[in-house]
T-cell receptor
Framework: KAGVTQTPRYLIKTRGQQVTLSCSPI?????VSWYQQTPGQGLQFLFE???????NKGNFPGRFSGRQFSNSRSEMNVSTLELGDSALYLC?????????????FGSGTQLSVL | QKEVEQNSGPLSVPEGAIASLNCTYS??????FFWYRQYSGKSPELIMF????GDKEDGRFTAQLNKASQYVSLLIRDSQPSDSATYLC???????????????FGQGTILTVHP
């Protein structure tokens, strides 16, 4: 069974640009969550999608947005990039119901903002 | 006080020893607790989960939960150099309403197992 697939693996952008990251969950997983990981703040929750609906959102500014498609694939968008947005962005998928708590992470997208 | 706290380490143990990793959490109502392992440059991997007070064993790993003390730990027996990684404690905190997709992670403990 294929794992969670994230693309691209690396991204370099400049301040003010926008970026879109993609995530394909494990087959059969309909919940997709996004996390930001930095050395200083650790892993922080961005948002969660299920059945094309955002069900939960973390404490990030509105520049961070996402969506989910009918095939459960998800994208995350960051607009007007800032230097502080440099981080590893991790997507995780999980089953519905009580199984949602077992998150399976993708390899991540390493974003560098110059 | 951070919601989920871990000693950042590094924790260094000799090969074959028991490594003990600790985690405390702030929300007494929390019910679900997870341990993830993250190798350098890789993504977190779920290795243990525990819901009830007491011990849960899986191979060389034992998770221990004490809800009264708001404390969860991970023991790694017969530690191997391949266990060298960052270990992240994660909790589904009940405070704050909806929790879908949201685990709250500690900063992680760096474990080094030396031959």
């Amino acid at each position: 069974k294929a794992g969670v697939t994230q693309t691209p693996r690396y991204l370099i952008k400049t301040r003010g640009q926008q970026v879109t990251l993609s995530c394909s969950p494990i087959s059969g997983h309909r919940s997709v969550s996004w996390y930001q990981q930095t050395p200083g703040q650790g892993l922080q929750f961005l948002f969660e999608y299920f059945s094309e609906t955002q069900r939960n959102k973390g404490n990030f500014p509105g520049r961070f947005s996402g969506r989910q498609f009918s095939n459960s694939r998800s994208e995350m968008n960051v607009s007007t990039l800032e230097l502080g947005d440099s981080a590893l962005y991790l997507c995780a998928s999980s089953l519905e119901g009580a199984g949602w708590e077992k998150l399976f992470f993708g390899s991540g997208t390493q974003l560098s903002v110059l | 006080q951070k919601e989920v706290e871990q000693n950042s380490g590094p924790l260094s143990v000799p090969e074959g020893a028991i490594a003990s990793l600790n985690c405390t959490y702030s929300d007494r109502g929390s019910q679900s607790f997870f341990w993830y392992r993250q190798y350098s440059g890789k993504s977190p991997e779920l290795i243990m989960f525990i819901y009830s007070n007491g011990d849960k064993e899986d191979g060389r790993f034992t998770a221990q939960l004490n809800k009264a003390s708001q404390y969860v730990s991970l023991l790694i027996r017969d530690s191997q150099p391949s266990d060298s990684a960052t270990y992240l404690c994660a909790v589904n905190l009940k405070a704050g309403g909806t929790s879908y997709g949201k685990l709250t992670f500690g900063q992680g403990t760096i474990l080094t197992v030396h031959p």
